[in-house]
């Protein structure tokens, strides 16, 4: 992993690009939020209190987010990374929208989450244009 972090470093990034030790605080706090929310979701799926077609996006969600880091730091591929963290993105959003009726709480948690990845997304698709 030592090499992934080396192979990352060396990469050319944005002047706005925030520091490394900053990843970890965030995702602590907002992996929090997203095992609370989705949580809850998952439960509300079982209890057959919304359809698992409204549990689809928040799953297919967190398969993305935990792809991102083997991509990007197991394969080196900011290709691939790029790719993924659209998807983290788009399916995101798609869970939003698809939680707001059932439970607006829900939409509201994810907002730190979005704009995080949002930031995210941002940040991949300039690295990976920076290092083609």
Known sequence: MNNAYNWYSQLIKPFWSPPSWLFGPVWTV???????????????????????????????????????????????????????????????????AAIYSHARWITYAQIPYFLWVLFATVLQLTITYLNR
């Open 30 to 96: 907002l992996y929090i939020l997203i095992a609370i929310s989705f949580g809850k979701v998952l439960l509300m799926a079982f209890q057959k209190q919304i359809s698992w077609m409204v549990a689809l996006p928040f799953i297919l969600n967190i398969i993305f987010n935990l792809s991102f880091t083997p991509l990007q730091f197991g394969l080196q591929n900011n290709y691939l990374a790029a790719i993924d963290i659209l998807l983290v993105l788009g399916t995101l959003v798609w869970a939003m």
